[in-house]
Every structure is written in structure tokens, then in C-alpha cells.
């Protein structure tokens, strides 16, 4: 809690000191340099800021209003180093609009990109070998969709009907389905949507840190209730802190998300009390939306961990942050500790956020063959 805190704190301090250095950079322009009174030159450049800030946020929300005045401003400084240098290289002075217009356009063209990495779902495989006897299974995992982000819950059915294309045995959803601000009517076309998936061996889910809400049912008109008598109603099971042997070969472990504890006391299971009793010979899938608990899932020899949470770092040079402070054990992708497989999904779309420069939205197809 008290590292959100220092967060916002620290993210509230930045973006006042963003918001002065474009006042400082606006009052350099040669229409402010004509004004004589250095009050009433701060003063006028401050609107031009002002007007930036509200306008973003009304477009776009303040959380992406900030997440673009962050970017402009740094890349504005970079663009203002370079000037610095060329101007010594040349010995004659730059025409400064051109130094903030390079500055402004860049920022724009860079977003733009990142709009369309989060808005674009790119489908990425991976390849699997295993030495026990699963034979060929095909599986399709998802995760991060928070609904009504970057598409509705009609619009997840697009993607849906692509991932039918690959003919999947089975749809893994690896948490944070909905969002605090997903509407109930976004949730059910959701769910609904999800009907849609044609597998051999269904679709499994297991809870992310946002599927039950933090606020309250009433902020967003349903309870974490609500959700799993949806998914169910739509042919989705939920496992949370449950096992499914499917097929009488493999095994779906369903793990309770590791914000539960703290939400509402009740620690989940851990990894070795879920595999306890399982027949080590058949291949074990586990579905855990946060990528930390590595080691003790690598010490259980399960063979495979789905995760997603990390967005795979979201916006760069965030996207190195998280494991780098051991808020995860992976932050995107594919690696094999020992006998187990780890892929983290980047998510088939964002928190809020509606932007990616450091990763792409996706869903991935998991191939697993075994190995003679």
C-alpha cells in the first residue's frame, strides 16, 4: 500500500514539474520573448499548457493526459540536448519553433505508434516440448482483456472468431477479464462473447487482481458473483485454487490470485498443497496471473505457468521496472527454469492506459508436442 501511495506521490511531483518545464519552454518562443514583463510571460505561457492538459484529458482521461505530457516533456528535453549540440557543431543559433514543433510532432508520431500497439492484437506462438506423453495439444491463452479499455465486450468477440481459426483444444484465461471501471452490460457481452470459442476440452479461467474490483460492486454494478455466474453461464469453468484433469492427460491448476490475501484475508493455497496427490506422470498446466512465485512453482515440477499482469511492462523504460524491484519474476515471454515452462503475456489489452511503447497487446498460441 504504502509503495501505491509513494507512487502517486511521486507521479503527482513529476507532472507539476512536467507542466513547468513546458511553461518555461513556451515562454522561450519568440511571440512570448516580445512580452517584456517576465510575470506576465509566465502567466501567458501557462495557458497554452493549460489548455494541453484539459484538452488531453477530456479526449483521452487524466490518466493518459499525464502518461502524454510525461512523454512530450522528456522528449522535448532530449530534443533540446541535440539543438544544444548542433548549435556548438554549427556556431549559429537554431530557430527555436523548429526545436519545439520536431519536438511536439515527434511526441505525436511515438504515441500513435503506441496507440496502435495497444489497440492492434497481434497472435504470438510459442513451441513446447515435453518428455511426457501429452501427445499434441493446442492451447490458446489470453489475459489482461480488462474490458471496455481498448474494446467492448461485443468487440472481444473479433477476436474470439480469430482465435477460432487455430482450431485450439483448449482457451486458457489468465486473469483480469474485467476491469473496476468494466460496465456490468461490457461484462455480460463479454462472457458472451466467450461463448463463441469452439475448443475439444472448453475454457478455463482463474481470478486476476482486478476481476473481483477494489471498490466495491457498486462502483461498477456487479460483484465478483456476478462475473462467475456469467462465465459459467457462457461455458467458461473457474478454477480458483482448484485442479481439472482433462482428458485423462493433462491437468488445469487454477490458482486464487495473490491480491485475495490482502483483499480479504483468506491466503490461497500454496503450489505444493495444490499438486499434492496428482499423478506426476501427466502433464500440469498452471494458470496464476501474477509472475512471482517462480521458484516455488518450479520446486512443485509443474510443467507448465501461464501468467499475464505485467502488461509486459506497459510503456518504456517502465516495461525493465518491475522485475528489476521484484514486483515479478518475469516481466514478458517464454523460459524454461529446470523442468518447467513460464510465458507471460503481454495482454490482449490494458489497464487503462491506452497506450503500449514497450510491448505489443496480443494472445498466444501454445503448441506442445512431446518429445521422443
Not at 460496465?183 to 479461467?205: H, N, R, V, W
Request: glycine content about 8%; some cysteine.
Amino acid at each position: 500500500m504504502w509503495f501505491w501511495i509513494g507512487l502517486l506521490l511521486i507521479t503527482i511531483v513529476v507532472c507539476l514539474l512536467a507542466c513547468g518545464y513546458l511553461v518555461s519552454r513556451f515562454c522561450r518562443m519568440d511571440c512570448f520573448q516580445k512580452i517584456e514583463s517576465k510575470r506576465t510571460r509566465i502567466m501567458l505561457a501557462i495557458l497554452p499548457v493549460g489548455v494541453i492538459v484539459l484538452g488531453l484529458t477530456i479526449v483521452f482521461n487524466l490518466v493518459n493526459a499525464v502518461i502524454i505530457i510525461f512523454h512530450l516533456t522528456v522528449i522535448w528535453f532530449v530534443a533540446e540536448v541535440i539543438n544544444i549540440v548542433v548549435e556548438k557543431s554549427r556556431e549559429k543559433k537554431s530557430n527555436y519553433y523548429i526545436v519545439s514543433t520536431v519536438a511536439i510532432l515527434f511526441t505525436a508520431g511515438y504515441l500513435a505508434v503506441g496507440w496502435y500497439a495497444a489497440h492492434h492484437v497481434d497472435r504470438t506462438e510459442y513451441q513446447i516440448e515435453t518428455k511426457k506423453t501429452v501427445e499434441d495439444l493446442k492451447i490458446i491463452q489470453f489475459a489482461d482483456s480488462h474490458i471496455g479499455t481498448t474494446f467492448s465486450g461485443k468487440g472481444l468477440l473479433k477476436e474470439v472468431e480469430r482465435m477460432n481459426e487455430d482450431q485450439p483444444d483448449v482457451v486458457l484465461i489468465t486473469g483480469d477479464f474485467v476491469d473496476d471501471d468494466t460496465s456490468k452490460q461490457d461484462m455480460i457481452d463479454a462472457c458472451e462473447s466467450l461463448k463463441e470459442l469452439k475448443t475439444a476440452y472448453g475454457t478455463y479461467f482463474c481470478y486476476g487482481n482486478h476481476d473481483k474490483g477494489y471498490y466495491g460492486s457498486e462502483h461498477r454494478g456487479f460483484s465478483a458473483e456476478d462475473l462467475k455466474y456469467n462465465l459459467v453461464k457462457n461455458g467458461v469453468k473457474v478454477l480458483e485454487d482448484e485442479v481439472e484433469l482433462v482428458d485423462d492427460r493433462f491437468y488445469i491448476i487454477g490458482r486464487k490470485d495473490m491480491s485475495d490475501g490482502k483483499r480479504d484475508g483468506e491466503l490461497r493455497k500454496s503450489i505444493n498443497e495444490l499438486t499434492d496427490g496428482l499423478d506426476a506422470r501427466k502433464y500440469m498446466i498452471v494458470l496464476d496471473h501474477q509472475p512471482y512465485e517462480y521458484e516455488e512453482e518450479k520446486t512443485a515440477n509443474v510443467d507448465l505457468v501461464l501468467s499475464g499482469h505485467t502488461h509486459g511492462g506497459q510503456l518504456f523504460p517502465v516495461n525493465y521496472f518491475g522485475v528489476m524491484f521484484g514486483l515479478n519474476a518475469k516481466r514478458y515471454g517464454h523460459e524454461k527454469q529446470e523442468n518447467t515452462d513460464f510465458i507471460v503475456t503481454s495482454g490482449i489489452s490494458d489497464w487503462a492506459i491506452l497506450f503500449k511503447t514497450g510491448c505489443i497487446s496480443e494472445y498466444n498460441v501454445i503448441e506442445v508436442t512431446t518429445e521422443y
